[in-house]
């Protein structure tokens, strides 16, 4: 077995080559952006790619290179089940409700006259999101019709920039409060501000749709699980000071008591999909319902590493260090 790696530093390749390596696995890294990539596969069982949606060549082109190879026969990660919706969330909201997962009630509109329409009739507060963005950027809270208003005529208007410079700013000063990080990138992000990054500069605006979901109140932490073939682990994350939003808060509780629904949802969809790896985060509805705000397939690496265990299938729990990479390969060897 034979595998191809497209190598990223602090990435899931990392992990990958070091895995590799402990377990004389045959690999070789390789530069996916080579324009005779397909050749250099040649001969190699598997590619793998942990492309980013913050890295303007990958959001490019990573899916293409993928799926073309999987086309071909090679095995990929991640394939076309766990990776063709990552970081769309509108794309998330048709899979899920196909597969009859409880979702976040969602709403999408291609038309500006609908939306405003539905906007005017429905309840209050909601959220807006754009379809991409991950660590609950691009995601505001909107308490009555004039700011859904607002940002729907914005949406079929001007559209939205997919990196918000003053808004990562913000996040980035909080997150230095609160000992979470250091000055240097504060820094940088107050220059990001005046100087956009290559891939704001890059990516397209957000515009032609409009995205919303119910807010879910009292809700003060979300629940992350992930599976990987018939593995899962979980962290609780802990919403910001005076917000609504967990992802990306950087205050986790690693801990095993974790509500049992969540687990057996994330088992199912994640078997119904046929997905490699699937990362779900839930929060509860009123009557205290488990419900799934969106998925990926991709996720900090160092973050779970205080993970005390996983749960099998039968949702028995194993106490032991995890390193969730070293499943991906050996999922892909197996299968």
């Known amino acids: ?22 377990e004389n696995i045959e690999y070789k890294v390789v530069d996916a952006f080579d324009s005779n990539i397909i050749a250099q596969l040649k001969g190699y069982d598997i590619f793998m790619w942990h492309h980013h949606h913050a ?35 509108v794309a998330q909201k ?5 597969m009859g997962a409880p979702l976040v009630p969602s709403y999408v509109f291609y038309d500006k006259k ?6 005017k009739n429905t309840s209050y507060p909601k959220v807006f999101k754009l379809k991409g963005g991950a660590g609950a950027s691009n995601v505001k809270l909107v308490k009555n019709f004039n700011q859904a208003s607002a940002l729907i005529h914005k949406s079929f208007g001007k559209g939205f920039k997919q990196y918000d410079g003053v808004q990562a700013l913000k996040e980035k000063i909080r997150k230095f409060k609160i000992g979470k990080e250091n000055f240097t990138n504060v820094l940088k992000a107050f220059i990001r501000v005046f100087i956009p990054t ?3 500069r890059q990516q397209p605006v957000e515009r032609g749709y409009v995205y919303f979901q119910d807010f ?24 910001r000071e005076n917000d609504f939003r967990a992802s990306g808060s950087g205050e986790i509780d690693y801990t095993n008591d974790i509500d049992l629904d969540c687990l057996k949802i994330a088992f199912d969809i994640h078997g ?5 790896c699937t990362a779900f985060d839930f929060i509860f509805s009123q009557d205290n319902k488990p419900l799934i705000v969106e998925i990926s397939y991709g996720f900090s690496v160092e973050a779970y590493d205080n993970c005390k265990g996983y ?25």
């Open 55 to 89: 890295q303007y060549k990958d959001v490019l082109t990573a899916k293409r290179i993928l799926f073309a190879l999987e086309h071909a026969g090679v095995k990929v990660f991640p394939d076309f089940r766990t990776g063709w919706h990552f970081d769309d969330k």
């Open 198 to 200: 290559d891939f704001s």
């Open 216 to 239: 879910m109140p009292n809700n003060d932490l979300d629940i992350r699980v992930i599976v990987i073939g018939n593995k899962a682990f979980a962290i609780k994350r802990l919403v």
């Open 114 to 119: 609908q939306a405003l329409a539905w906007a």
């Open 94 to 98: 048709y899979l899920l409700e196909a």
């Open 272 to 276: 119904k999909i046929k997905s490699q």
């Open 311 to 335: 749960w099998d299938k039968e949702l028995i729990w194993h106490e032991k260090n995890i390193i969730p990479q070293k499943w991906m390969v050996e999922e892909l060897i197996k299968n």
């Open 1 to 22: 077995m034979k595998i191809a790696i497209h190598h990223n530093p602090h990435s899931f390749s990392d992990r990958w080559i070091k895995y590799c390596e402990k």
